[in-house]
T-cell receptor
Framework: AQTVTQSQPEMSVQEAETVTLSCTYD???????LFWYKQPPSRQMILVIR??????QNATENRFSVNFQKAAKSFSLKISDSQLGDAAMYFC?????????????????FGQGTILTVHP | DTGVSQNPRHKITKRGQNVTFRCDPI?????LYWYRQTLGQGPEFLTY????????KSRLLSDRFSAERPKGSFSTLEIQRTEQGDSAMYLC???????????FGEGSWLTVV
């Protein structure tokens, strides 16, 4: 079974600064995807960024980037130039790919979440 | 693209009553998922559909829970004889085939008193 671990229950950052959220995962599958989702107080889960395991290049979306270390099974999220609107719960998630063939295909396994506070 | 829609957004019910939640996925998304999330935790997978076929159910989905997706469009999640432990947010999500990006609805909060 796949597991996702977020070891930082809470993190804080000053506005305009950079913060990194950590995530590790465990899987025996070779084809998979990793995601970071943001869940603000409104509770809707919003996709921040995703990474395909077969891609060596780290994904980037504007101020958000990841450090994907496949051998170490690590997938951290870096938020640059933090804004007040970035305050939320952040979840790291895993999904098996179409070639995985197992029950993880398509469904997400989430970590415990990290609460990010942004100070003005 | 109107997003994944869920209703009702909030439901308060007495223990022992039945409740039903509805999810309307993004059109053309053939896969639909239900998750349950309790306060301070990440969502946990409950079940998923490909078109109208229910392909997988989690062991979390007891006999009191049933989900349907008639005609492969909207889906319903019914909880019979609710218990206080059922209090949670029930999230629906959908995705199209390739790409594997899953989009979530706003969730339906259930409080059992």
């Amino acid at each position: 079974a796949q597991t996702v671990t977020q070891s930082q229950p809470e993190m804080s950052v000053q506005e305009a600064e950079t913060v990194t959220l950590s995530c590790t995962y465990d899987t025996s599958e070779s084809d998979y995807y990793l995601f970071w989702y943001k869940q603000p107080p409104s509770r809707q889960m919003i996709l921040v960024i995703r990474q395909e395991a077969y891609k060596q290049q780290n994904a980037t979306e504007n101020r958000f980037s990841v450090n994907f270390q496949k051998a170490a099974k690590s997938f951290s999220l870096k938020i640059s130039d933090s804004q007040l609107g970035d305050a939320a719960m952040y979840f790291c998630a895993y999904s098996g790919g179409s070639n995985a063939g197992g029950t993880s295909y398509g469904k997400l396994t989430f970590g415990q979440g990290t609460i990010l506070t942004v100070h003005p | 693209d109107t997003g994944v829609s869920q209703n009702p957004r909030h439901k308060i019910t007495k223990r022992g009553q039945n409740v039903t939640f509805r999810c309307d996925p993004i059109s053309e998304h053939n896969r639909l998922y239900w998750y349950r999330q309790t306060l301070g935790q990440g969502p946990e997978f409950l079940t998923y559909f490909q078109n109208e076929a229910q392909l997988e159910k989690s062991r979390l989905l007891s006999d009191r829970f049933s989900a349907e997706r008639p005609k492969g469009s909207f889906s319903t999640l019914e909880i019979q004889r609710t218990e206080q432990g059922d209090s949670a947010m029930y999230l629906c999500a959908s995705r199209s085939g390739p790409g594997n990006t899953i989009y979530f609805g706003e969730g339906s909060w259930l409080t059992v008193v």
